[in-house]
T-cell receptor, first 114, second 114 residues
């Protein structure tokens, strides 16, 4: 079946460095992608999203890049801080009537070292 | 108010018990979701309600019974659960319209079945 996957299960970066978290997806019909951050004991928190008609979107310290040719999604975090330590999930969204279904990737744990 | 609330935070129940999980949002969202998340795994979709009607059931066992009393509330009734049902149960909501809107997640209910 369709799946969304990640290349690296754990990423360790030094405080102040930039982080890049990657995600491969397989459903070429997906038209919307989301990155979530999940801290221990909490629900996923929305970070940034991107539609398939875009290839880049920037937020505050975060940038999402979408390469539809190779079905690749990445999340870049600038000047990584200890508070960025969490598990990051990419998700793709398929329209199903008026409700949408999110399929999550396997997740990457980001560890920020001092 | 951009918050999804869930009660209880923690629940321990025996295999013969009946319990309910509750979820509430006041963002005017018309789609609500139940997810199950096992440790170190991504959230897995269970049910989707759109405009208070069940629109997606991801082949969930009948011991899980969802209910949407109104547009702000979502319940998950539990009966005769198995130990393998122990997990974090997440509720989410979205505007529910086609075109792509992010899902807002609650903090989850940590369920332990003994």
């Amino acid at each position: 079946g369709e799946s969304v996957g990640l290349h690296l299960p754990t990423l360790s970066v030094q405080e102040g460095d930039n982080s890049i978290i990657n995600c491969a997806y397989s459903n070429s019909a997906s038209d919307y992608f989301i990155w979530y951050k999940q801290e221990s004991g909490k629900g996923p928190q929305f970070i940034i999203d991107i539609r398939s008609n875009m290839d880049k979107r920037q937020g505050q310290r975060v940038t999402v890049l979408l390469n539809k040719t190779v079905k690749h999604l990445s999340l870049q975090i600038a000047a990584t801080q200890p508070g960025d330590s969490a598990v990051y999930f990419c998700a793709e969204r398929g329209n199903t009537g008026t409700a949408s279904k999110l399929t999550f990737g396997t997740g990457t744990r980001l560890q920020v070292t001092l | 108010d951009t918050e999804v609330t869930q009660t209880p935070k923690h629940l321990v129940m025996g295999m013969t018990n009946k319990k309910s999980l509750k979820c509430e949002q006041h963002m005017g969202h018309r789609a609500m979701y139940w997810y199950k998340q096992k440790a170190k795994k991504p959230p897995e979709l269970m049910f989707v309600y759109s405009y208070e009607k069940l629109s997606i059931n991801e082949s969930v066992p009948s011991r899980f019974s969802p209910e949407c009393p109104n547009s702000s509330l979502l319940n998950l009734h539990l009966h005769a659960l198995q130990p393998e049902d122990s997990a974090l149960y997440l509720c989410a909501s979205s505007r529910g319209e086609t075109g792509g809107y992010e899902q807002y997640f609650g903090p989850g209910t940590r369920l332990t079945v003994t």
